[in-house]
């Protein structure tokens, strides 16, 4: 997914994924959602891609509803696997390998990459790989967990969308993993806090408190929002609560790193 | 458009780790701003793993020379070098930034960094356990970094001041730095921490003063983000007192 992206970060990208050890069976289609608000990538992104596909949504959908454009049209066409990957992400030559291995383990629904060179701190089993929670910088969807979970939240902009996917998924009966041998990186720890990403992130940590059921953890993110914006928060679309037994899965008693933290 | 600048980083490998050397190989042809020479020392049973790992890696990025073995001295062209030991990895803006703090005075740079404690599984690779944060003083001297036998993958060192020969083993590096530091001033890179070093200490007891400084940089560190996550509002207003306050201090300082 695209969104005024700088050619510069689409050439890491494009040269990573030509570096891409991949098995024999394992065939790879890469496609670019635009959400710019011009086409002006489009033959940046076609000379990289070579055989690639290049859509341009029209308008800033955000991460979730993007891909669940992308999604619907790749498991409608029959695809096994749908990978959602930042454009500011470099891959591992081993990454996709790592990555479609691990998504064919049993009831296997979502798998992330491991970010780098900043790990993510949320916990795996080292052995089985399983985890609470998905990131979504380097996410892959299978098709069964897509149709069981509908997809991403689109009323979930930006953050959060990947921890409220990876729980409905669980709920369905899925198993999420980290793929420990697939490495991504993705680098964004020296990007500064600026009040419109912070807003963004109070108001996802408040949906989803909302929405799992955590009033008091909702509440928390409410004030605080409050205080940085000096207005209330308001949904555009209030989030509808899950049933109670779903929400088993939901672990809001870490903040916003929906996890126990290594580090 | 003036070319980047250059250095020479040397990867040794302690251990037949391969996602340790991988992990490092990747670190470094990631590394932005920057024209590398990595030459990569690996134990022989590991050379053809190695080989593979930068035939695999070096096509990420067309600024970055990898070759294996020990060379006799540093790349000519390079305006500074680092010793890493296989395991390191660092922020990709780690090299540029501690190049240009080595300035006029070519001061060995030495950039704040994390230790890295990991639990080995079999196949796959290392799960870290835990990352902390290490005090850094502002001319970091030997007693305080060689504590890490792979501290030297937290410095760069000016090419005009590095001693010619290339160090491989532990003793070796504690060797190389003595002569490196005795030529001239040392820095600290401001900001936060840009390298993990893998934590090979034998002892990770609580020692010295220097051990307790660690301590205290990573509680500084841990603290604060563990009251974000369990009271967010009052972290928030608590961070924008003590900038408010810190605002004040400066102002009077100047």
Aim: glycine residues 6%; hydrophobic residues 40%; charged residues 25%.
């Amino acid at each position: 997914m695209l969104f005024e992206s700088s050619p510069a970060e689409l050439e890491r990208l494009a040269r990573s994924l030509d570096a891409a050890e991949l098995p024999p069976d394992l065939q790879v289609e890469v496609g670019a959602l635009d959400n710019s608000p011009q086409r002006s990538l489009q033959p940046v992104v076609l000379a990289l891609l070579g055989q690639g596909t290049y859509v341009w949504t029209g308008e800033n959908r955000g991460f979730g509803a993007t891909h669940n454009l992308g999604m619907r049209d790749a498991f409608s066409a029959g695809a096994d696997g749908y990978l959602c990957l930042n454009p500011d992400a470099v891959l591992h030559p081993r990454c996709l390998e790592e990555l479609w291995t691990t998504a064919t383990l049993p009831e296997t629904g979502l798998v992330d990459a491991r970010t780098f060179p900043e790990e993510h701190p949320k916990p795996y089993d080292p052995e089985t790989g399983e985890t609470p929670w998905c990131t979504g910088t380097a996410l892959l969807v299978r098709p069964a967990a897509f149709t069981a979970s509908g997809g991403f939240d689109e009323a979930l902009f930006m953050y959060g969308e990947d921890v409220d996917l990876s729980w409905r998924v669980r709920a369905a009966g899925f198993l999420l993993r980290t793929a420990p041998g697939a490495l991504v990186q993705h680098w964004v720890e020296h990007r500064p806090l600026t009040l419109e990403r912070e807003l963004r992130v109070l108001r996802s940590a408040a949906y989803l408190g909302r929405k799992w059921g955590d009033d008091d953890f909702a509440s928390r993110y409410e004030r605080l929002f409050r205080a940085r914006a000096g207005r209330p928060l308001e949904f555009e679309t209030p989030p509808s609560r899950v049933p109670a037994a779903a929400s088993q899965v939901a672990d809001l008693t870490h903040g916003v790193r929906f996890a126990r933290s290594r580090w | 458009m003036s070319s980047p600048p250059t250095a020479h980083v040397h990867l040794v490998a302690w251990a037949e780790e391969p996602w340790d050397l991988e992990e490092s190989l990747f670190s470094l042809v990631t590394q932005e701003g920057v024209g590398l020479t990595v030459s990569v020392a690996v134990p022989v049973p590991f050379e053809r793993f190695a080989l593979e790992a930068c035939a695999r890696l070096c096509r990420l990025s067309a600024s970055v020379a990898l070759s294996i073995g020990t060379p006799p001295t540093w790349a000519a062209d390079a305006e500074a070098v680092a010793v890493w030991v296989a395991g390191t990895v660092a922020t990709p803006d780690h090299l540029s930034r501690a190049l240009a703090s080595i300035g006029t005075e070519r001061a060995v740079a030495v950039v704040p960094a994390r230790r890295v404690l990991r639990r080995a599984v079999p196949g796959r690779p290392p799960y870290e356990l835990r990352k902390t944060r290490r005090y850094a003083s502002s001319a970091p001297g030997l007693t305080e970094l060689a504590r890490d036998p792979a501290f030297l993958g937290r410095c760069l060192v000016p090419a005009a001041r590095a001693p010619r020969w290339v160090p491989g083993s532990v003793d070796e590096h504690r060797r190389w730095a003595a002569e490196a530091w005795s030529e001239g001033p040392v820095t600290r890179v401001p900001g936060p921490p840009a390298v993990d070093l893998p934590d090979l200490r034998a002892d990770r007891r609580v020692r010295s003063v220097d051990d307790v400084r660690d301590v205290l940089a990573d509680l500084r560190y841990q603290a604060p983000r563990w009251l974000e996550r369990r009271a967010p509002l009052e972290f928030s207003r608590l961070r924008g007192l003590y900038h408010r306050l810190r605002g004040l201090t400066e102002a009077r300082r100047d």
